[in-house]
T-cell receptor
Framework: GQNIDQPTEMTATEGAIVQINCTYQ??????LFWYQQHAGEAPTFLSY??LDGLEEKGRFSSFLSRSKGYSYLLLKELQMKDSASYLC??????????WGAGTKLIIKP | IAGITQAPTSQILAAGRRMTLRCTQD?????MYWYRQDLGLGLRLIHY???????GKGEVPDGYSVSRANTDDFPLTLASAVPSQTSVYFC??????????????FGPGTRLTVL
């Protein structure tokens, strides 16, 4: 079967750095998305990786290792507004989008 | 530009009733999707449409139907609601026609409770 694993919940301190991991076992791979979802709101796009390596976008960076079936989202200089759920999603060989259950990130002052 | 709108925002429905959730996008996107989101589970695809006039079944299509008469609108119908259909429903759209490698843009969601 196809599976996406993310930690259910993480806690971090304002101003710190946090890394949210995502591991996947899918039938093929055609890209990996990260979305942010604030409580009670819609998911919004953060990043898309299809090649190995790190992509930086302001305070957020996303890393991909296709050989390890692994990605992480790195958030720097955490702000209270970063409290949200972070969803990992993989495009498989049939171009189906497989979603993880999401990681709820709690930021403490 | 509104993006994607959904209606209603929330609804409480008696079991056995018929209900249509509305979704409209103004981005002229080819593909549209309906998901349900339940606590502890990832987004699950109910139905999708790669282009106007075509629809397809997702992971959890039973009890739901869709239509895509034009580019902008993609309504989701529950023919006879059951309590297990209590969920938050998100409509989304993307510019791609089935490749799923384009960003999906989500509507604000409809919170549905079936009693």
């Amino acid at each position: 079967g196809q599976n996406i694993d993310q930690p259910t919940e993480m806690t971090a301190t304002e101003g710190a750095i946090v890394q949210i991991n995502c591991t996947y076992q899918t039938s093929g791979f055609n890209g990996l998305f990260w979305y942010q979802q604030h409580a009670g709101e819609a998911p919004t796009f953060l990043s898309y990786n299809v090649l190995d390596g790190l992509e930086e976008k302001g305070r957020f960076s996303s890393f991909l290792s296709r050989s390890k079936g692994y990605s992480y989202l790195l958030l720097k200089e955490l702000q209270m507004k970063d409290s949200a759920s972070y969803l990992c999603a993989v495009v498989d060989s049939n171009y189906q989008l497989i979603w993880g259950a999401g990681t709820k990130l709690i930021i403490k002052p | 530009i509104a993006g994607i709108t959904q209606a209603p925002t929330s609804q409480i429905l008696a079991a056995g009733r018929r209900m249509t959730l509305r979704c409209t996008q103004d981005m002229r996107h080819n593909a549209m999707y309906w998901y349900r989101q339940d606590l502890g589970l990832g987004l699950r695809l109910i139905h999708y449409s790669n282009t106007a006039g075509t629809t397809g079944k997702g992971e959890v299509p039973d009890g739901y139907s869709v239509s895509r008469a034009n580019t902008d609108d993609f309504p989701l119908t529950l023919a006879s609601a059951v309590p297990s259909q209590t969920s938050v429903y998100f409509c989304a759209s993307s510019d791609s026609a089935g490749a799923n490698t384009d960003t999906q843009y989500f509507g604000p969601g409809t919170r549905l409770t079936v009693l």
